[in-house]
């Protein structure tokens, strides 16, 4: 059983078994990613859910209002026009 990257601690991270902070290490076994608790020996293999599209927010959706265009005259209180 050898470690193919070193172990890393994660910084903020709380263990869910004992509820310690900052004992988290993360490493790479045989292709899989692990994070470990090494206060309590927690171990679980870390399975990312990688997102197949983008999260819609208010920047990338199109408003139907954003394609109505208005003109605005400013009036100079001096002229009539």
């Given at each position: ?53 983008e999260l819609q927010t208010r920047v990338n959706q199109q408003d ?18």
């Amino acid at each position: 059983m050898a470690y193919s990257t070193k172990r890393r601690f994660m910084a903020g991270a709380v263990c869910p078994r004992c509820s310690s902070m900052d004992t988290i290490v993360v490493f790479n076994l045989d292709g899989k990613d692990f994070r470990e608790c090494v206060s309590c020996n927690f171990k679980e293999e870390m399975r990312l859910n990688i997102a197949t599209s983008e999260l819609q927010t208010r920047v990338n959706q199109q408003d139907e209002h954003s394609q109505d265009v208005q003109v605005i005259h400013i009036v100079s209180p001096d002229n009539n026009n």
